[in-house]
């Protein structure tokens, strides 16, 4: 059984910092890629931040040089470090783990909220 646990959101002010991380189980975490996307009220799901099975990074314009995305093969877990945070980064974040169309899970989502 496949489990993303998202943990680490919550309410933050405007220039703050969160770091989410998400657990896998229950699958060859280090062979994944791993992806951050968040979900906005109103709007469509976009991606945030990617990291291959090698480490190599993407990131959505919007949080280049703000947020930084990294994993632990050892634990299991990516982590999504988010600073300088802006009310437009306020959203539900769902960690992702891709190999192919057929293994591609989702968590639950973490609730972001940035406000003063």
């Known amino acids: 059984q496949v489990q993303l646990v998202e943990s680490g959101g919550g309410l933050v002010q405007p220039g703050g910092s969160l770091r989410l991380s998400c657990a896998a189980s229950?699958?060859?975490?280090?062979?994944?890629?791993m992806g951050w996307y968040r979900q906005a009220p109103g709007k469509q799901r976009e991606l945030v931040a990617t990291?291959?099975?090698?480490?190599?990074?993407n990131y959505v314009d919007s949080v280049k040089g703000r947020f930084a995305v990294s994993r632990d093969n050892a634990k299991n877990t990516v982590y999504l470090q988010m600073n300088s945070l802006k009310p437009e980064d306020t959203a539900v974040y769902y960690c992702?783990?891709?190999?192919?169309?057929?293994?591609?899970?989702w968590g639950q989502g973490t609730q972001v909220t940035v406000s003063s």
């Open positions: 992702n783990a891709y190999a192919s169309r057929t293994y591609n899970y």
């Open positions: 229950g699958i060859t975490f280090s062979i994944y890629a």
């Open positions: 990291i291959t099975s090698s480490g190599s990074t």
